[in-house]
Antibody, heavy 121, light 109 residues
């Protein structure tokens, strides 16, 4: 079965760090563009970051310089290292795969169940 | 950055047709994707590339895109269609990023 499973969420103080993981199964993550998308409580979806199959990475302005997306070649896992966390980073964080074919025509076809990050003192 | 505008809510009676719009500057030139999200669940892709459906998505859900408005149409609405719906596009002008609309809550009366 093709799926992704996120983990690593939790409660962290402002200014702290957290690393999220997204384990892929049923497909080779390095062959796809993989994303992190977040959803603050009661709010809509916000795209956070992407790592393309060629390993180039991009970030939303709201997290640039604080978050780092990675995908070690030897692992079928995606990571999101989150530093200098702010209260506004509180959200459910989803891992999502871009479907096959053209990057902008495919949509995010596989989503995980999400992991909850709470930034609070 | 590119902005997508959705109505906060749409209400429809069972068996009727619901239309959820997504407005954006010249959105007709972009490829629009739609997601359905039910409470406590992850989003599900229901339409991609304006009007294509992933396998398993019923034909009752369809998409269109022209000029400054994309539309998700749900025919013969059922109680199980009640959910939040989000549109999405690739914003190539903004450092390779995706943009989501604010979401529309579909209520089945």
């Amino acid at each position: 079965e093709v799926q992704v499973v996120e983990s690593g969420g939790g409660l962290v103080q402002p200014g702290g760090s957290l690393r999220l993981s997204c384990a892929a199964s049923g497909f080779t993550a390095s062959s796809y563009s993989m994303n992190w998308v977040r959803q603050a409580p009661g709010k809509g979806l916000e795209w956070v970051s992407v790592i393309h199959s060629g390993a180039s990475t991009y970030y939303a302005d709201s997290v640039k310089g604080r978050f780092t997306i990675s995908r070690p070649y030897s692992e079928n896992t995606l990571y999101l290292q989150m530093n200098s966390l702010k209260t506004e980073d509180t959200a459910v964080y989803y891992c999502a795969r871009v479907g096959s074919g053209s990057l902008y025509r495919a949509g995010f076809d596989i989503w995980g169940q999400g992991t909850v990050v709470t930034v609070s003192s | 950055s590119y902005v997508l505008t959705q109505p906060p809510s749409v209400s429809v009676a069972p068996g009727q047709t619901a239309r959820i719009t997504c407005g954006g500057n010249n959105i007709g030139s972009k490829s629009v994707h739609w997601y359905q999200q039910k409470p406590g669940q992850a989003p599900v892709l229901v339409v991609y590339d304006d009007s294509d459906r992933p396998s398993g998505i019923p034909e009752r859900l369809s998409g269109s895109n022209s000029a400054n408005t994309a539309t998700l149409t749900i025919s013969r609405v059922e109680a199980g269609d009640e959910a939040d719906y989000y549109c999405q596009v690739w914003d190539s002008s903004r450092d390779h990023s995706w943009v989501f609309g604010g979401g529309t809550k579909l209520t089945v009366l």
